[in-house]
């Protein structure tokens, strides 16, 4: 609601004596109206003298022609007092410096001129009447009459001096006559116009009051006009009737004469280029400004300059005179550019993502159901990437999310690098990676592909002076064969990817239907697995670690095991990759080390417990104090503890792990570093950490006692390491007792593998120790075969005529176990092809089959270390 605020109360009566100027009045308002009177008066005054003059002038030559001296000079003397009124008014009206005078002197000094003037000039009639009348007087009553006539005129804009005129005319009769008819005409035509002149001041008064509100308003809006134009976001314009511009504001002109559009002489319609994208918005604006109607808030640009990013938004309505005829359209506008560009950045963040600039989830599958849309009445061909990084976690973990944030921006500027002008890639969010491939289904190619992303991904990276090394696994599915809707593909990329994932990571598997259901099964795993340990399905294994020197066991490392209710045993390699996704391996971790620490307190003071640590379990702040709270608890002394670390944790080599280190070996518990050799990290960690032992890798002792196997070198190697750091050593997975032989040739303190047996219970670890004083006996094979990877994958078998689908349930260098198919006994000798590697077969002779099983040798050696290393810390089966 708008409303008009008053300066002063005009409601009120003013005395007369200011309407007509005779008193001070500060209002500068009326002070200009007087002003602006008087310079009325001073305009024509010089006529009015002449007139003034003129009038004695006659009566004198009259009295002259006829002789009458005595007239003539009482006319002189008159004719002088009306030449000194006037001479004195128009020196008043004119001289500048009387114009400096204040208003009410002027008005004043006007008055009392005009009084005397009048006075003068009627003085003339009595002496015209003194004598006989002839033509010759009625001249001279003519000139004085018009005299007065031209002065009251004269005077008329000044109120004032208009009655003080009257006045003296009217004594002058009344003087004259005495109290006679005559007086009494006088009288009542003086109060005539004494009330009319009053009024009219009282007018005049009125007027300028309502000329100086109306003035204030219009100089006020003109001053907010200017302010909108001048500091605002808003301009004005008008047309005439035939669109052509006669008012612009100046920015938007000059805007957009800078772009090459003159508004000099054209039209509106000319001037600005409507939003086409913006469905009727040109025609729309055509229709009003012909149909002469009224139109808002639409959108143009500049008519030229196509690159141009100024956008205003004009509205208007038609002019219509007095007589309602069009008269053309006045209107406003206001910028949109920044509001554009805000609606741009908006639509940008809400398809790219923020942190990468990749496309997002939302116009990542936009683009893929685009691609999808049938081509010509079929789907077209399309291939889908997704991508998971390897080991992310445990960067974020450990380094910290600015790290891993920095991480990411290198790995979408790779992705981009490796996947070109080919394809989309995009992120899902977190550390999942989307790349849609339109018009590609050859498997080779794609298979190509995934192989240099992932060579791309996996080389490392160095952050804020840390080298970091990740991994990726790539999940295909392709368009129509895996589906032919956006969420099926989706689905199945997503199932091959975790495929790959769990075939050892840092792979590309291609989508399978039997996949699907091996998903299912995983997704009831999990399920499960979140119930296992509230139902308290799980236990504790002990695997013995011997003593080099007289074969005495010193400790147990302690494996976690899962007693699934229907499907019985199932292995740690299955379950633990599942529960670190899950995001329930720290309080599975918690768990085993509370349990290994009570029930390694009942064991003999010299036997210790090694528990494993996983990298998200060391970057937890709060891990001494669970160490410290199972000991308490346990009663288990600290030096009877050995927390197993990984090298993963050495992933973060700032101050957060010196400090965790530090404070575990204040608690007074031991530490091991597990899987030595297969991390990423350098040996410089090893004057850094304090480490009581290392555990060399089972990859470097299984085959160690091979002739001509380089392993055994290995292994000194690290043994004389260990001495010089004075550390001690544990050689794991020995299983052959000419391994033992060897280990305690090469120097290790310590042997852990099933040479010396499997995990057994915490009861059964009491009885082993009971027995021969705790000294442990090797057993199974005595001469070592060819090394041996425990796995469970699938494998395309091809015997020629017929082709499927079977499950490599180990594998060596030189054969492999698989079951799920039947081979009749005269199959034995039969050559065929096995998929070793995905999408590679190699030649192999069946040796022996039996209940589903059967054996096969390759026909030339394979190496295993193109397979990759199996899930370690957590996940290792014993």
């Not at 009627?122 to 018009?146: I, Y």
């Not at 944030?405 to 990676?433: H, N, P, S, Y």
């Not at 005595?782 to 499950?807: F, I, W």
Request: proline content about 4%; glycine content about 10%; overall charge neutral.
């Amino acid at each position: 609601m708008s409303r008009t605020v008053r300066t002063r109360n005009t409601d009120l009566p003013r005395p007369i004596w200011g309407a007509l100027g005779l008193t001070a009045d500060t209002t500068p308002e009326v002070t200009d109206s007087h002003l602006s009177r008087l310079a009325e008066v001073a305009a024509i005054w010089p006529f009015v003298l002449f007139a003034q003059l003129l009038a004695p002038a006659v009566v004198a030559l009259i009295f002259y022609h006829f002789g009458r001296a005595d007239l003539l000079d009482q006319t002189a003397t008159r004719g002088g007092l009306i030449l000194l009124m006037s001479l004195g008014a128009l020196l008043q009206l004119k001289l500048p410096r009387a114009r400096t005078w204040p208003t009410q002197a002027q008005v004043r000094t006007l008055t009392l001129s005009a009084a005397g003037i009048g006075a003068g000039l009627l003085s003339l009639l009595p002496l015209l009447t003194s004598a006989d009348l002839t033509q010759f007087h009625l001249v001279g009553f003519v000139a004085v009459f018009s005299a007065v006539t031209i002065t009251a005129i004269a005077i008329h804009p000044v109120r004032a001096a208009t009655l003080a005129y009257a006045a003296t005319l009217g004594v002058a009769v009344i003087l004259k006559s005495g109290v006679a008819l005559p007086s009494a005409v006088a009288a009542i035509a003086f109060a005539t116009l004494v009330v009319a002149t009053v009024r009219l001041a009282r007018d005049d008064q009125t007027a300028t009051e309502q000329h100086n509100s109306t003035g204030h308003a219009g100089r006020l809006a003109g001053q907010l006009v200017r302010e909108v134009e001048e500091h605002g976001d808003g301009w004005f314009w008008q047309t005439d009737r035939h669109g052509y511009f006669t008012y612009l504001s100046a920015k938007v002109g000059d805007e957009l004469s800078r772009l090459g559009v003159e508004t000099a002489g054209m039209r509106l319609i000319d001037a600005f280029r409507t939003d086409t994208g913006s469905g009727d918005t040109e025609r729309s604006l055509n229709f009003h400004l012909a149909t002469r109607t009224s139109f808002s808030d639409y959108s143009v640009r500049p008519a030229t300059a196509e690159d141009s990013e100024r956008w205003w938004s004009i509205s208007g309505r038609p002019i219509l005179d007095d007589l309602g005829r069009f008269q053309g359209f006045v209107g406003s506008g206001r910028d949109l550019t920044e509001k554009r560009r805000s609606e741009a950045e908006i639509q940008r963040l809400a398809m790219f993502d923020g942190l990468t600039g990749l496309s997002n989830r939302q116009r990542m599958r936009a683009t893929l159901d685009k691609t999808l849309a049938p081509q010509a009445g079929s789907p077209g061909t399309t291939a889908l990437f997704l991508l998971d990084l390897d080991r992310f976690k445990a960067v974020n973990d450990t380094l910290g999310h600015q790290v891993g944030d920095a991480l990411l921006k290198q790995v979408a500027q790779r992705l981009q690098r490796a996947v070109g002008d080919v394809g989309l890639v995009g992120r899902l969010g977190g550390d999942e990676f989307k790349v849609v491939l339109p018009g590609m289904g050859n498997r080779e190619r794609l298979s190509e592909l995934a192989t240099t992303i992932i060579g791309s991904v996996s080389q490392p990276y160095f952050i804020e002076g840390s080298s970091i090394s990740i991994g990726a696994s790539i999940g295909i599915a392709i368009a129509p064969e895996n589906g032919t809707d956006s969420e099926t593909l989706i689905r199945n990329a997503d199932i091959a990817m975790y495929a790959a994932k769990g075939d050892g990571r840092g792979i590309h598997r291609f989508f399978r239907e039997e996949l699907l259901e091996g998903a299912k099964s995983r997704k009831q795993l999990e399920d499960d697995l979140r119930h296992a340990l509230v139902a308290d399905q799980f236990h504790v294994a002990y695997q013995p670690v011997v003593s080099t020197e007289g074969a005495r066991i010193v400790g147990y490392e302690a494996l976690i095991r899962w007693d699934h209710p229907s499907r019985g045993s199932i292995s740690p390699a299955e379950f633990i990759p599942i529960a670190e996704e899950a995001g329930l391996i720290e309080s599975i971790g918690e768990w085993v080390l509370r349990t290994a620490c009570r029930e390694a307190a009942t064991w003999p003071n010299y036997v210790r417990v090694a528990v494993n640590v996983s990298p998200i379990q060391f970057a937890n702040p709060a891990l001494p104090t669970i160490v410290t709270s199972a000991l308490a608890n346990s009663g288990l002394a600290p030096q009877r503890l050995e927390l197993e670390i990984t090298e993963g944790v050495f992933l973060n080599e700032d101050s957060s792990s010196e400090q965790m280190f530090k404070a575990l070996k204040g608690i007074g518990v031991r530490l091991a570093l597990d899987d030595f050799g297969t991390g990423y990290s350098s040996l410089g960690y090893l004057k850094k950490a304090p480490f009581d032992k290392i555990k060399i890798d089972q990859s470097f002792v299984r085959g160690a006692a091979a002739p001509g196997n380089r392993n055994a070198a290995i292994i000194k190697a690290i043994v004389t390491l260990a001495n010089t750091l004075h550390m001690e050593t544990t050689a794991e997975g020995v299983e052959h007792q000419d391994e033992v032989e060897l280990i305690r040739e090469l120097g290790c303190s310590h042997i852990q593998g099933f040479v010396y047996g499997k995990a057994a219970r915490c009861e059964d670890v009491i009885q082993q120790l009971r027995a021969a004083a705790g000294v442990a006996t090797a057993q199974g094979y005595k001469v070592s075969r060819s090394p041996r990877a425990t796995m469970l994958r699938s494998a395309q078998l091809d015997l020629g005529a017929e082709q499927g689908e079977v499950r490599i349930r180990n594998i060596s260098s030189t054969g492999a176990m698989i079951d799920g198919i039947e081979f009749p006994s005269q199959s034995i000798g039969v050559e065929m092809m096995i998929e070793l590697l995905e999408g590679q077969m190699f030649p192999a002779t069946l040796r022996w089959a039996q209940d589903g099983r059967a054996g096969l040798e390759f026909n030339q050696y394979f190496n295993l270390e193109r397979l990759n290393a199996a899930n370690r810390g957590l996940r290792k089966a014993g």
